[in-house]
T-cell receptor, first 113, second 114 residues
Framework: QKEVEQNSGPLSVPEGAIASLNCTYS??????FFWYRQYSGKSPELIMF????GDKEDGRFTAQLNKASQYVSLLIRDSQPSDSATYLC?????????????FGGGTRVLVKP | GAGVSQSPRYKVAKRGQDVALRCDPI?????LFWYQQALGQGPEFLTY????????KSGLPSDRFFAERPEGSVSTLKIQRTQQEDSAVYLC????????????FGPGTRLTVL
């Protein structure tokens, strides 16, 4: 079993719809959770981070964390073709600067006009 | 100021050659990480520096891999006697003491070993 699991996709969503991405992790001691967006041929770009149970909203993005169930999700509202990318879930054991991240394999999202 | 920079962006090496990959983190960021990303997979942790101290090198796949950050800023990842399985994108990320673990990635170096 991988430490961080994501559905590889592709997740196909029509333009304007909500894209819902899920991630599960195995280490119950994990404290910090990140979503990165990676366009083809580019490096990961941080789009959301969450440390506490519940929801965190930033623009069209909402991250949801449930530590008891060991899952974290990302919602993308009003999806745009420019949101087409691979979304990487990353988990850290601490919430400090020296926090090595464990990544899932990524979910590829395709937003169709 | 500027983001994380890495050089070279692309490197082709013949099997058995040594390579050196450079990372210049965001100014003032004390934490520096190296990750390896194979095609179609997520990044995998290699090693971590806090200033000049290498505090975690548990992800380095073999003793052919060596990293240093002698003055606590620029870091170099060196791979000796490269093998085909070393072909990947090598990503550098940095983080500030003021942040709670958020890491910012450089553009990466794509290494191809023939």
């Amino acid at each position: 079993q991988k430490e961080v699991e994501q559905n590889s996709g592709p997740l196909s969503v029509p333009e304007g719809a909500i894209a819902s991405l899920n991630c599960t992790y195995s280490d119950r001691g994990s404290q910090s959770f990140f979503w990165y967006r990676q366009y083809s041929g580019k490096s990961p770009e941080l789009i959301m981070f969450i440390y506490s149970n519940g929801d965190k909203e930033d623009g069209r993005f909402t991250a949801q964390l449930n530590k008891a169930s060991q899952y974290v999700s990302l919602l993308i509202r009003d999806s745009q073709p420019s949101d087409s990318a691979t979304y990487l879930c990353a988990v850290g054991r601490s919430g400090a600067a020296g926090n090595k991240l464990t990544f899932g394999g990524g979910t590829r999202v395709l937003v169709k006009p | 100021g500027a983001g994380v920079s890495q050089s070279p962006r692309y490197k082709v090496a013949k099997r058995g050659q040594d390579v050196a990959l450079r990372c210049d983190p965001i100014s003032g960021h004390v934490s520096l990480f190296w990750y390896q990303q194979a095609l179609g997979q997520g990044p995998e942790f290699l090693t971590y520096f806090q200033n000049e101290a290498q505090l975690d090198k548990s992800g380095l796949p073999s003793d052919r891999f060596f990293a240093e950050r002698p003055e606590g800023s620029v870091s170099t990842l060196k791979i000796q006697r490269t093998q085909q399985e070393d072909s990947a994108v090598y990503l550098c990320a940095s983080s500030s003491r003021d942040l709670r673990g958020e890491q910012f990635f450089g553009p990466g170096t794509r290494l191809t070993v023939l």
